[in-house]
């Protein structure tokens, strides 16, 4: 008898063969998901839903007040 799973945002079922995404960030894994099968997701769209991702379009602003050449670099940038 084969394990089915079912993704955390929309519930699809999951069968044995089929892919699914996770978050494979072990930070994330800890503190966001309460559960493995809370980190099983269907689709991209469904994953980047769960984690509240956007995508927008750069207009060239960094911000309302500020530009994003006035941002200091890191130190570690600098050693590379």
């Not at 469904?46 to 530009?67: A, T, V």
Request: with cysteine; charged share 30%.
């Amino acid at each position: 008898m084969s394990r089915v799973i079912f993704c955390s945002m929309c519930q699809k079922e999951i069968n044995k063969g089929e892919e699914y995404w996770f978050i494979g960030d072990n930070y994330l894994q800890a503190n966001y998901f309460d559960a493995p099968f809370d980190n099983i997701f269907c689709s991209e769209e469904c994953l980047h839903e769960c984690l509240f991702c956007e995508q927008e379009e750069f207009d060239g602003s960094w911000g309302e007040n500020e530009d994003i050449n006035d941002v200091e670099t890191p130190d570690w940038k600098d050693k590379e």
